[in-house]
């Protein structure tokens, strides 16, 4: 890894697929110094061979972000390389999908190691620096179901939740430091997301009391997932909040995302409830 130190660094995790991947495209296409990470270099091909195919250079960088050893011990020597992280993109995240009456607690508890508490372990490691330089930006790819919750997605919603409470308290806590928090809240892109989000082990037993529910939701997301868009948009909103001086705490992107949350200021709660249930279930 040569670093270019006239340039800014950006740190983007998940950078294997989707928003990641492509925000590291095209944060390197702005001239960014971009390092992406991966659990695993073998999945980064794809990534290398886009950026050689638009000309730039992309950092990858083996983390598994969900390990306190492997963070203590990679990111010294990210920083003996690159000096400052101006920027933190802490996209890395998946799916848990299934009734909450069956999800296991284990299940849950993996989901918010990578969507809740490595997001943490990572900003704790790059806010020092940003302290004490004044300045420095940690954006954290939330969701619009971290802002309404859809049946099913019960337990990626209350980990997308936690995220929010956690970046909004945060945002608090450095901006006095000239470092901001800002939440990015996608709608439906098209990404790799819908293929790698996992089933809970017991949400396709027919017994349970909500099959029919389970299919009802299965034919209604068929459609929503035609809505889907372009990921380049997400990552046009990032960079928008990497330039900006003193960026807003939430950023919604995608139509999806602005009319839900839309919804959730304006319409009296009951009846948002019931649309929501109407558009998702019945
Ligand atoms: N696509 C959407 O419609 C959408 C909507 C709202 C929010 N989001 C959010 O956007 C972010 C990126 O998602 P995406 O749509 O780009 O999904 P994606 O195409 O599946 O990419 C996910 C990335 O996250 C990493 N990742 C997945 N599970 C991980 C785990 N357990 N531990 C560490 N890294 C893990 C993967 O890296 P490796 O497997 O290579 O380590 C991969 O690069 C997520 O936080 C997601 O919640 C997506």
Same mark, same amino acid.
Do not use: H
């Given at each position: 890894m040569v670093a270019n130190r006239e340039a800014q660094t950006v740190l983007i995790t998940g950078a294997s697929a989707g928003i990641g991947k492509i925000t590291c495209l095209y944060l390197a296409e702005k001239g960014y110094n971009v390092i992406g990470t991966s659990r695993a270099s073998s999945r980064l091909g794809d990534l290398y061979s886009e950026a050689d195919q638009r000309g730039v250079t992309v950092h990858g960088l083996e983390l598994d972000i969900n390990s306190d050893a492997e963070v203590q011990r990679v990111m010294p020597e990210v920083f003996n390389q690159f000096g400052e992280i101006h920027a933190l993109v802490n996209n890395a995240g998946y799916g848990l999908w299934g009734?909450? $009456?069956?999800?296991s607690i284990d299940e849950m508890k993996t989901l918010f190691e990578t969507n809740v508490f490595a997001v943490l372990r990572m900003t704790q490691v790059v806010l020092p620096a940003m302290i004490e330089r004044r300045a420095g930006k940690i954006v954290n790819i939330s969701s619009v179901l971290g802002r309404l919750a859809t049946p099913f997605n019960g337990a990626y919603a209350s980990s997308k939740y936690a995220l929010e409470g956690l970046s909004e308290s945060m945002n608090h806590e450095v901006s006095p430091f000239g470092v901001h928090v800002a939440l990015v809240e996608p709608g439906l892109? $098209?990404? $790799?997301f819908q293929r790698s989000q996992v089933r809970a082990q017991r949400a396709d037993d027919p017994n349970l009391a909500y099959a029919p529910y389970v299919q009802r939701y299965n034919d209604r997301h068929q459609t929503f997932d035609k809505l889907a868009s372009d990921p380049v948009k997400v990552a046009k909103v990032i960079h928008k909040i990497i330039r900006s001086r003193r960026p807003a705490l939430r950023h919604p992107v995608g139509l999806e995302s602005h009319a839900g949350i839309m919804g959730t200021r304006l319409l009296p709660g009951r009846l948002f409830q019931w649309m929501l249930g109407r558009a998702t279930l019945k």
């Open positions: 009734p909450l $009456e069956i999800v892109f $098209e990404t $790799e």
